[in-house]
C-alpha cells in the first residue's frame, strides 16, 4: 500500500455540483493532515489543515476517519475557480519526522 | 508580510554545469523544505531543515544535491554537474514550527537542462 494515495482524477463536475474526494494514508501513527491546492504552473497553496472533529470553511469541508486511515474533501456548489489540483498531505512524527504528499486529484469544473 | 521567495524564477543551464537555487523563507519561520516537481508529476522531497537540528536529506537523489541553510534563514539548493533529468520545478517551503504546522510555498524556480 502507498503511503499516501489519492485518486489521480480528472474528475469532470458541472458547475454547482458537490464533489468529494478521499485520500487514504498507510502509518497509523501520522499527526496532522492538510489539503492543499495546486493550480496549473504554480506553486501549492494551503487550503485546510484536517482536523479530528471535522472542519468546514465556507463551501469546504474537510475530515479525518482515523478507523479507516483516509481524509476526505467536500466542494459543495463547485464554481469554475474551483479548476486545480488537490493535494493531500501526512505528516507523523516519530523517531523520525516525514511529510508525504500525495501526487494530487484533478478537479474539471464545467461551466 | 512577505511570503517565500525564490531565484532565480527560471534557469536554464548546460548539461555538466553547476547551479544554486536560492529560497528566503516566511521570517521567524524555522522549518524549511525544498521539493522539486516534473511536469505533471506529484511533489518530491528532497530535504527538510528544522531549527538548528540536522537536515532530513532522505529525499536528495544522489551526491550530486546538497542544501545548506545559513543563519536559520536563507537556503541553498546547489546541484553539481546537472544532468537533464535533474531538470524540473524546484519549490521551497517554510513553516512555523514543525511539520506539524502548514507549509507556505515559494513560486519555485523552473530548472531546464539542455
Known amino acids: 500500500r502507498k503511503e499516501v494515495e489519492q485518486d489521480p482524477g480528472p474528475f469532470n463536475v458541472p458547475e454547482g455540483a458537490t464533489v468529494a474526494f478521499n485520500c487514504t494514508y498507510s502509518?497509523?501513527?501520522?499527526?496532522?493532515f492538510f489539503w492543499y491546492r495546486q493550480d496549473c504552473r504554480k506553486e501549492p497553496k494551503l487550503l485546510m489543515s484536517?482536523?479530528?472533529s471535522g472542519n468546514e470553511d465556507g463551501r469546504f469541508t474537510a475530515q479525518l476517519n482515523r478507523a479507516s486511515q483516509y481524509i476526505s474533501l467536500l466542494i459543495r456548489d463547485s464554481k469554475l475557480s474551483d479548476s486545480a489540483t488537490y493535494l493531500c498531505?501526512?505528516?507523523?512524527?516519530?523517531?523520525?519526522?516525514?511529510?508525504?504528499f500525495g501526487k494530487g486529484t484533478r478537479l474539471h469544473i464545467l461551466p | 508580510g512577505a511570503g517565500v521567495s525564490q531565484s532565480p524564477s527560471n534557469k536554464v543551464t548546460e548539461k555538466g554545469k553547476d547551479v544554486e537555487l536560492r529560497c528566503d523563507p516566511i521570517?521567524?519561520?524555522?522549518?524549511l523544505y525544498w521539493y522539486r516537481q516534473s511536469l505533471g508529476q506529484g511533489l518530491e522531497f528532497l530535504i527538510y531543515f528544522q531549527g538548528n537540528s540536522a537536515p532530513d536529506k532522505s529525499g536528495l537523489p544522489s551526491d550530486r544535491f546538497s542544501a545548506e541553510r545559513t543563519g536559520g534563514s536563507v537556503s541553498t539548493l546547489t546541484i553539481q554537474r546537472t544532468q537533464q533529468e535533474d531538470s524540473a520545478v524546484y519549490l521551497c517551503?517554510?513553516?512555523?514550527?514543525?511539520?506539524?504546522?502548514?507549509?507556505?510555498f515559494g513560486p519555485g524556480t523552473r530548472l531546464t537542462v539542455t
Open positions: 498531505v501526512v505528516n507523523t512524527m516519530n523517531r523520525d519526522d516525514k511529510i508525504i
Open positions: 484536517v482536523y479530528s
Open positions: 517551503a517554510s513553516s512555523p514550527l514543525s511539520i506539524t504546522y502548514e507549509q507556505y
Open positions: 521570517s521567524g519561520h524555522t522549518a
Open positions: 502509518n497509523s501513527a501520522s499527526q496532522s
